[in-house]
T-cell receptor
Framework: DVKVTQSSRYLVKRTGEKVFLECVQD?????MFWYRQDPGLGLRLIYF???????EKGDIPEGYSVSREKKERFSLILESASTNQTSMYLC??????????FGPGTRLTVT | GENVEQHPSTLSVQEGDSAVIKCTYS??????FPWYKQELGKGPQLIID?????GEKKDQRIAVTLNKTAKHFSLHITETQPEDSAVYFC????????????FGRGTSLIVHP
């Protein structure tokens, strides 16, 4: 079974803090993704990566950056957290197919 | 780019009834249409998918239909059970060879015992 894990289930941070969300997959997938999920807005793509050290902007990259130093790990970075970044963050991975495997999500609250 | 509309946003049914969720897409070149189920406290999980060369696909109590001409696809759940209660997302991808899905906004299905 593919397993995608995220470093925290719940996180509370203060405005202006630098926040790291980590994602690890154990199936040697090339592609990894970060989404945010907000009620009524569905899943919106922040960034994705199709290889180590490669990254591409998704639909809503502003205020975020990513890092992929190893194939199994994809990190989402909030350089200076703001209250409008309070959300559920979902990581996903995929191989050479269209199916995505999601982690359990990190609910981030910025106060 | 692709745009996916999903309806309804909330669906409430009695146990044993059928449930239908509908999605439309805008890019006629999309060729892969998955459905994901997200249970409370979990990430979405693929439950069924369909490719554009197929009109219908079934897996036990769930089925998906695709109408390429009208650019819409639907998820059908028969004999609903309380454990079917979840948020369901449709998605479309494949245009230009892209594997990046565009998701609908989700449908919250509530099955009352």
């Amino acid at each position: 079974d593919v397993k995608v894990t995220q470093s925290s289930r719940y996180l509370v941070k203060r405005t202006g803090e630098k926040v790291f969300l980590e994602c690890v997959q154990d199936m040697d997938h090339e592609n990894m993704f970060w989404y945010r999920q907000d009620p009524g807005l569905g899943l919106r793509l922040i960034y994705f990566s199709y290889d180590v050290k490669m990254k591409e902007k998704g639909d809503i990259p502003e205020g975020y950056s990513v890092s992929r130093e190893k194939k199994e790990r994809f990190s989402l970075i909030l350089e200076s957290a703001s209250t409008n970044q309070t959300s559920m963050y979902l990581c996903a991975s995929s191989y050479n197919s269209y199916e995505q495997y999601f982690g359990p999500g990190t609910r981030l609250t910025v106060t | 780019g692709e745009n996916v509309e999903q309806h309804p946003s909330t669906l409430s049914v009695q146990e044993g009834d059928s449930a239908v969720i509908k999605c439309t897409y805008s890019d006629s070149a999309s060729n892969y249409f998955p459905w994901y189920k997200q249970e409370l406290g979990k990430g979405p999980q693929l439950i069924i998918d369909i490719r554009s060369n197929v009109g219908e696909k079934k897996d036990q109590r769930i089925a998906v239909t695709l109408n390429k001409t009208a650019k819409h696809f639907s998820l059908h759940i028969t004999e609903t059970q309380p454990e079917d209660s979840a948020v369901y997302f449709c998605a479309a991808s494949g245009s230009g060879g892209s594997y990046i899905p565009t998701f609908g906004r989700g449908t919250s299905l509530i099955v009352h015992p």
